[in-house]
């Protein structure tokens, strides 16, 4: 047959673009499946008000929150998934995060893999997406059998300032890990040239490490692997048993065709994969595909976040800004023991992105002062796994995102944290005053906190587990109720600790790979 293949895959992010670049040269036909299409290349792929003021390449689909007000998500849907926008801040969750932990807020829990067993897939990630840091800084980072492939991304003069006052508090701020092509030896061939517009935006030059660049194309040079674009996966058909996915519906360019594969992988991202999972509810699966258990759609983490702007007369000129991290209060402290998070920075902010995300606070001028002042902090508290947070269809199968914020405490715990220690920093070098005087904290949209639509960081929808009451996937990442159904996006966590997903979802791809090209042999 045609359209049957040895492995389709649904969806080409972080997850499904890694596991394609994996499985790509065991030489069987395999089919990668993405609702988008390329991100055109233009320049407004590097224009603040395109992407931040107008949402250029936003989906414009709408879902609903639990009350039935409009949602208008922050998630894009092109080859490469949110790889393509994200900042590539590519962390290791750190060894703890694997085992049980006492928040204040309640309890975050284990997972059926130890660190251990993802280490090695941690490094082959790191190496995959050239990522560049410095091991023995970051005072909770696992400890890792090799070096980052690529040396730490320096810090600007104000940064490096920064960096340097956390350290006389006391603290062992860290560089970040970075998935930039950035060769700061060889200037004039390095192919990433330090710009402002990398958090958020899409790379022009095709330097930043995303999973159409490094996944994707790398697995589309061998002649058994196919990519079909602008089609969308509406639902999975099962056979007689229920056991086996035996079609896969699609839409293609509004005509609806039928696939089929020996093995499924869904990899929509963690929403769009459990709406997926919920739409295809038939007979055998009444309650939608591998919902025995009940838990699709629920559990769905997308980490407490905010923006803290630090506004002070001392201007900051930086243009590349994220190099920077601080660990130091992520399990907590003397003064707080619990979990606080991860404190590290968004891409540097600009009046169009004040403006995009803001109410009409100020008017544009006063965004723009503001701009050129901010240290702009981007602060992590994990979210604990409450089974009421969750996906569910609406009768015209839309999306609902269902979201009751927790944990809170560490969060605000956090920020105290953060603008004490900006308090205590050293005199402008430009104007000789205290630089953090007249800090404000505010989030880039309204309130304090990435409102419910900042879907960036979402997981756990569809939880692996060693028990098929309480999980939908086993260790393997396989449905425990089906024979040929994976699940490879960051809907597998169980619980999502306090640093950023991706290269936790690039490196278990690269273990459900291994765990495939078993199975297939
Ligand atoms: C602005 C921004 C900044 C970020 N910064 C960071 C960062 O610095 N570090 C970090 O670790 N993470 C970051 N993230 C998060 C990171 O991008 C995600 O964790 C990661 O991309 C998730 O991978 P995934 O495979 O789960 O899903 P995705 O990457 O979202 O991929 C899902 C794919 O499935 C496709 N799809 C969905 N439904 C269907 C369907 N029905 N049929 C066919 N195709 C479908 C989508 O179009 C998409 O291509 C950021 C995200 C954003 C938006
Ligand atoms: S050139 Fe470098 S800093 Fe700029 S968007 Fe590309 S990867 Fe990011």
């Not at 920064?162 to 062992?172: E, I, K, T, V, Y």
């Not at 697995?219 to 079909?228: E, G, H, Q």
């Not at 086996?244 to 839409?251: A, C, E, G, L, N």
């Not at 130091?328 to 009046?351: A, L, N, Q, W």
């Amino acid at each position: 047959m045609n359209n049957h293949y040895d492995v389709i895959i649904i969806g080409t992010g972080a997850g499904g673009g890694t596991l394609a670049s994996k499985l790509a040269p065991t030489g069987k036909k395999i089919l990668l499946i993405e609702r988008g299409d390329y991100v055109p290349r233009e320049k407004d792929n590097w224009s603040s008000a395109a992407v931040n003021l107008h949402g250029r390449y936003q989906t414009k689909e709408k879902w609903s929150d639990r009350n039935g007000n409009e949602l208008h998500p922050h998630t894009n849907y092109y080859v490469g998934g949110n790889t393509k926008f994200y900042g590539a801040a590519l962390f290791r969750l750190r060894s703890e995060d694997f085992g049980e932990i006492n928040h204040y807020g309640g309890v975050s829990p284990a997972w059926p893999i130890s660190y251990d067993d993802l280490e090695p897939y941690y490094t082959q990630a790191e190496y995959q997406y050239h990522v560049h840091g410095q091991r023995g800084e970051d005072p909770t980072e696992p400890a890792a059998k090799c070096p980052y492939p690529h040396p730490a991304v320096t810090h600007e003069p104000r940064i490096q300032q920064l960096s340097d006052d956390f350290a006389r508090l006391g603290l062992r701020p860290f560089h970040t890990p970075l998935g930039i092509m950035l060769d700061e030896n060889n200037p004039h061939a390095s192919k990433c040239i330090r710009c402002n517009t990398c958090d958020g935006f899409p790379c022009l030059v095709s330097a930043k490490s995303d999973a159409q660049v490094l996944g994707v194309d790398p697995a589309l040079t061998y002649p058994n692997v196919t990519l079909m674009t602008n089609t969308y996966v509406e639902r999975l058909a099962t056979n007689f048993s229920g056991r086996q996915i035996s079609k896969i519906i699609v839409k293609r360019d509004g005509v609806h065709e039928e696939l089929s594969a020996d093995i499924v992988v869904a990899s929509c991202g963690a929403i769009n994969s459990a709406a997926l999972l919920l739409r295809s509810a038939n007979d055998r699966h009444p309650e939608g595909l591998a919902n025995g258990s009940g838990v699709v759609g629920r559990h769905y983490m997308g980490h407490v976040n905010s923006i803290m702007l630090a506004v002070s007369r001392c201007p900051n000129p930086t243009v590349f800004q994220k190099s920077l991290s601080l660990n130091d209060f992520y399990f907590g402290d003397d003064e707080f023991p619990y979990p606080m998070g991860h404190i590290s920075f968004v891409g540097k902010m600009d009046r169009d992105s004040l403006r995009g995300g803001a109410p009409a606070i100020a008017p544009g001028f006063a965004l723009e002062i503001m701009g050129n002042h901010s240290l702009d902090f981007w602060l992590t508290s994990e979210d604990l796994p409450d089974p009421e947070n969750r996906v569910t269809l609406d009768r015209n199968a839309n999306i609902v995102l269902s979201y009751q914020p927790n944990n809170e405490t560490g969060h605000k715990r956090l920020h105290s944290k953060l603008k004490h220690l900006m308090q205590q920093q050293t005199a402008c070098p430009v104007h000789g005053h205290e630089c953090h005087q007249g800090l404000f904290a505010r989030n880039l949209f309204v309130g304090d906190r990435i409102p419910l639509a900042g879907v960036a960081h979402q997981n756990g929808t569809i939880r692996f587990g060693k028990d098929p009451n309480t999980s939908a996937l086993d260790a393997d990442c396989k449905a425990h109720e089906l024979d040929n159904l994976y699940v490879v996006d960051g809907s597998f966590f169980p619980s999502s600790g306090a640093v950023n997903p991706a290269l936790t979802i690039m490196a278990n791809a690269l273990r459900v790979g291994d765990h495939l090209i078993r199975r297939m042999n």
